[in-house]
């Protein structure tokens, strides 16, 4: 019996993070909160994955290291926009 290989390539295909509003009527204390949560998700080159889940303490610590890029880029979309219908120095 031949025994192959494992991969061992992992490489990260994707982090999501929502907002989900809370709902008062919810059984699960965690549910009745607006919050963020998300997943990620590795895959190897076999199309083989696995993902985890991020809880609500988790994602706010993605959230803080990513927000300075958002407002960046969202000022920058911002002046493009202007730039494009012309709106710039009026």
């Known amino acids: 019996m031949k025994i192959e ?3 061992n ?3 990260l295909e994707s982090i999501k993070i ?3 509003t809370g709902y008062d009527f919810k ?11 998300g997943k ?5 080159e076999e199309g083989e994955s696995f993902s985890f889940r991020v809880k609500p303490n988790m ?7 990513i927000a300075n890029d958002i407002v960046t880029a969202a000022t920058g979309l911002g002046e493009r926009l202007k730039e494009s ?3 710039c120095g009026k």
């Open 5 to 7: 290989k494992l991969n």
């Open 9 to 11: 390539k992992w490489r």
């Open 18 to 20: 929502d907002f989900r």
């Open 27 to 37: 059984e699960n204390p965690e549910e009745r909160v607006d919050r963020y949560e």
């Open 40 to 44: 990620i998700v590795f895959e190897n």
């Open 59 to 65: 994602a706010q610590k993605y959230i803080d290291l």
């Open 85 to 87: 219908l012309g709106l």
